[in-house]
């Protein structure tokens, strides 16, 4: 069998579609979520900022809380009905909040706990949607499986970004007539059934699995208790140059949460922006940067060595230093899009390091390691933008590009990086 006809399977495609609308809906749900904590209403941004602050941290904490054990869950019981019941789950929890929810801002500490418990579905869908891949397909079909379904979840988050603010817009999520702009029931109700939509698709698509899979891995790769993450930290921080990699890869994730927090309030106050889709609009630029960045790096003279993390975090830093001093809108958008750009050029070959330097039986472990970490530095910034979230937008972007410094140093020897080969 050609690779090619591996995407031409049933059980490919259904795969692949239940992960897309999976992620479609996250994101999605997480926007709008976002533009109503970032009211329309609130001329001081702080207020969002801190609600954002607790929407991101309610949503990443099941992944810290449940990391050593959903694994296993994943193992113990078929992994095509952990992904339905996962998805399933999340539409049945926004049922829930349209049947007897009135949506207000009082309503906000509800909003909040629907977030955990999407969260609580997310982190246990997130072991067994890698999983159930070796269970599909023979390894010489793994690679281009594993790359056609992050392809179609970069999709659904682009898709999930740019369409979250275009629903809101089209449903009416706020009433605008009115001075200040109020919460549209009818328009929060229509958000809410398209997303049920999104969640009840993908839990379909996951019961098109087949019962008996043709290939099961020997082990699992995901299956990781608390010994196993003792382990991983272990090897990660005993071991230098896995070390850097595994800190830099935090260190994005943690300039990425903050600026998810950011970006509502500063382009509602900053670049006067007013629709949801202007705003969600900031995301895409960001978004499509990340994914160009991602594609060409390995193209670049030099993407071998970890030189090329350090000049393109420096871009990074610079171009949203620019950023923050940014009132013209267009021109937000190209700095977001260089912003992204170096981003990917970052990210990509610290996780090839990463993969290069882990024993070839701590892989997965490291890789355990490494999300457990990136979702804690996560939740920290979070709490840290709560807790400054009366400085101005502007000086809260300076203090990143001062953690970033911060963390590059911590890394250590990021001279010595220059001549260093990933694959040597």
Not at 35 to 43: E, H, N, T
Not at 108 to 125: E, K, N, Q, R, W
């Amino acid at each position: 069998m050609s690779k090619l006809a591996y995407l031409k399977k049933g059980s490919i495609l259904a795969m692949i579609h239940t992960q897309f609308f999976s992620a479609l809906g996250d994101t999605g749900f997480r926007n709008i979520v976002a533009l109503i904590i970032a009211s329309p209403a609130l001329v001081d941004p702080s207020s969002s900022v801190k609600g954002l602050a607790i929407a991101q941290i309610a949503f990443m904490l099941p992944y810290v809380i449940l990391a050593p054990f959903v694994g296993n869950l994943s193992d113990r019981f078929p992994k095509k009905f952990i992904l339905s019941f996962a998805s399933g789950s999340r539409a049945l929890i926004l049922l829930c909040v349209l049947l007897w929810v009135i949506p207000s801002q009082s309503s906000i500490l509800i909003l909040y706990l629907t977030i955990f418990l999407t969260g609580v579905m997310a982190a246990t869908y997130s072991p067994a949607k890698y999983g159930i891949l070796p269970e599909l397909t023979p390894k010489e079909g793994l690679v281009l499986i594993n790359g056609a379904v992050e392809s179609g979840t970069l999709l659904a988050i682009l898709l999930g970004t740019i369409g979250s603010g275009i629903l809101a817009d089209w449903a009416g999520l706020w009433n605008r007539a009115m001075n200040p702009p109020v919460l549209s029931v009818s328009g929060f109700h229509t958000c809410l059934i398209a997303l049920i939509a999104v969640f009840g698709a993908s839990a379909l698509f996951a019961l098109l699995l087949p019962k008996k899979p043709m290939y099961a891995a020997k082990e699992s790769h995901v299956s990781l208790g608390i010994h196993d993450y003792l382990v991983g930290l272990k090897e990660v921080f005993t071991y230098a140059p896995l070390r850097k990699a595994v800190l830099g890869v935090a260190l994005f994730w943690t300039i990425a949460a903050g600026l998810n927090v950011l970006f509502f309030p500063f382009g509602q106050k900053y670049l006067h922006l007013s629709s949801d889709t202007a705003k969600t609009s900031l995301y895409f630029a960001l978004s499509i940067g990340i994914i160009f960045g991602s594609s060409t790096v390995g193209f670049l003279p030099g993407s071998d060595r970890l030189a090329c993390v350090r000049w393109s975090a420096v871009g990074f830093s610079f171009s949203l230093f620019a950023f923050a001093f940014c009132r013209n809108l267009y021109l937000a958008y190209g700095i977001l899009v260089i912003s992204g750009l170096f981003a990917g050029i970052y990210l990509i070959p610290l996780n090839a390091a990463m993969q290069r330097h882990s024993k070839r039986d701590m892989t997965s472990r490291v890789i355990a390691t490494s999300n457990l970490l990136n979702n804690i530095t996560m939740i920290l910034i979070s709490a840290l933008f709560f807790v400054l979230s009366n400085i101005e937008n502007p000086h809260i972007i300076i203090i990143l590009i001062l953690l970033c410094g911060v963390f590059m140093i911590l890394l250590g020897g990021i001279p010595k990086w220059k001549e260093e080969s990933l694959f040597e």
